[in-house]
């Protein structure tokens, strides 16, 4: 039996917002998916368990509903110099509410703290399954840092011994997992995000190639890593190239958009990249409706885990220009173009192959229906996968 389960998120989701859409039976407003807490709420309503759930969203609250609790607990700024301190205590606060808690079954996000920090918890008898929703390196870029290099290390020591299940959003996770646990003690199990189809049934087909100019759209994270720093240096030389040929617009706020905003302006790019901040679902269903491509050129200082970016535009029947160290290419490589990672040119390239090629453009749409249904089976969705990972104890 599973009586009392503690989850420990990554993000600064609005748990609480999030409980109640959940308890009145309604989606996320400001979501296309299915919150990953709201399938955890229904999975520890399926086996009767009380839980207590804990985000690092900044407004601190703490909300009690019967047998479930909700814990915004903010993360102190990560200065680089403390970064790993930082990490360790916000891991031991975790298991100290835990413990209060006298939890039985703990999940716990990557980027939570470190895996390491997390042997604790098995130590006072608690079952642990953390769930990658990262990769532990950059898909094909190993820590050379010693402090990097030192964390995974102690980390591997984890991964050896711990756990009780593990789940991973991509098949990269898993074969990281593999490479350093060394012995397959226990069992990882793949995992999908989760969409409304109803949403992407309201997108219409993606314009007609041969419309001009192509429209290419990026959504997600205003920040270096995520790559839309080359975006903008990528819009510049082919409109230096090809003039009229491609324009762009760019969804989404994050750490760095007041520095890329002034990038944006000191290039002169003015309408041919169209910087749109936060959009609403129902503008974004506008620009999904001119977009004829998606980009995600995240680059190698990033541990993307899947990129549900890449998977939004798919069910969007959006074809996307990414990279290898987005895991997300593995899993829908027939409708990506693979660029190199890091490598500006070469997502510049792949950008003008889809607008040139007529014949590669419509190849890479019509390869979209056929891998939406892992995201929208929810065989494939976290409460169903905990099922699985937890079943000798239900």
Known sequence: MIGRVFYAASGPGDLIESHRNWK??????????????????EFCRAVNAEAYFISTHPRKEILTDQSFTFEHRPKPVRHAARFHLTEILYGIGLLTTALRFRAQVVLVDSGCTHFFVLSLFRLFGMRIVPILHNTLWASGFPPIKPAPRLVLWLDSLFWRWIPEAAIAVSPECERQVDLI??????????????????????IPPPPPHERRPFQMMFIGRIERAKGVFDILEIARRIENSHPGLVRWEICGRGGDFDEFSRRHQELGLGDLVKVRCWTSLDDLLCV??????????????????????????????????????????????????????????????????????????????SACPDLRAQFYDRNFGLAAVLKRALARYL
């Open 24 to 41: 009145k039976g309604e989606h996320n407003p400001t979501e296309v998916s299915i919150t990953f807490s709201g399938q955890i709420q």
């Open 181 to 202: 646990r060394k012995k397959k003690y226990y069992q990882i199990f793949q995992t999908r995000a989760q969409f409304l189809p109803e949403y992407f049934a309201k």
């Open 288 to 365: 999904y409706g001119r977009s004829h491509a998606c980009i995600v050129p995240t680059r190698s200082t990033f541990t993307e885990g899947l990129a549900m970016t890449c998977a939004e535009a798919i069910l969007a029947g959006r074809p996307v220009v990414t990279n290898p160290v987005v895991p997300a290419l593995e899993v829908l490589r027939p409708a990506c173009v693979a660029a190199k990672t890091n490598d500006l040119e070469s997502h510049l390239e792949c950008v003008l192959e889809l607008a040139m090629d007529a014949e590669t453009y419509r190849r890479l749409c």
